[in-house]
């Protein structure tokens, strides 16, 4: 194509910039060593810096691209845990006993041993979370 048109250049590269939406960056501080991922798929219980060896932390990555901007060499800023939301309190508190509530009914109906799944549990979970928030 471009011995036929030699305006057209093809390369097999692009020139953007691709955005990730995890990171994790090496604890060591002459490292500077960043691993970049789509998915959170970095253990950092398992896995080390590709470079030095030493542990990863992970961050964000927002971080990175603003100061690969500024042309600034921060040091990244490591992730912020979130808080648990009242659905997440609601259902760590509630959680086993529902199950043993469920497993309760269930025996009565069978004399045999049944089990109860985390799909009902957390249907159940759901509906009582649902009449929690109609009460507030």
Not at 11 to 21: C, L
Not at 55 to 81: F, Q, Y
């Amino acid at each position: 194509a471009m011995k036929a048109i030699p305006d057209i250049q093809v390369t097999t590269t692009h020139g953007y910039e691709i955005q990730f939406k995890y990171a994790w960056a090496c604890t060591q501080d002459a490292c500077n060593f960043v691993v970049k991922r789509h998915s959170r798929s970095v253990d950092i219980h398992k896995h080390l810096c590709g470079k030095c060896l030493s542990k990863l932390v992970e961050v964000d990555p927002k971080s990175l691209v603003s100061a690969t901007r500024n042309g600034i060499a921060d040091p990244p800023v490591p992730k912020k845990k979130r808080a648990p939301s009242a659905y997440n309190l609601f259902i760590k508190e509630n959680s086993q006993a529902v199950r043993t509530r469920l497993l309760q009914s269930k025996q009565k109906q069978n004399s045999q041993p049944c089990r109860v799944t985390q799909a009902e549990v957390m249907k159940e979970c759901g509906r009582l979370w649902r009449m929690h928030k109609e009460k507030q």
